[in-house]
């Protein structure tokens, strides 16, 4: 998980401007490769191919995750 308390401001700022409208494609392929892997996952088996798929599917929710919650950690703009 990423965690937001421990970026920078800018990096913040980065994560909330990708829910700005015009970036819906990429937040839309970020989803599909999430789900893509987790489709993957059903039917691997084996144990090394299901590691990294788990972890690749994390980092994913843990992206995806992290621009949803970034409003919280931005401070407004005077």
Known sequence: ????????????????????TGNDPLLSLLQDQLDEV????????????IHRLQGRAQAYEDLLRAVEESPKVVKPRN
Do not use: F
């Open 1 to 20: 998980m990423i965690n937001l308390n421990s970026i920078s401001p800018q990096q913040a700022q980065a994560l909330c401007r990708l829910k700005e």
């Open 38 to 49: 987790k489709s993957k996952l059903t039917w691997v088996s084996d144990d090394g191919k």
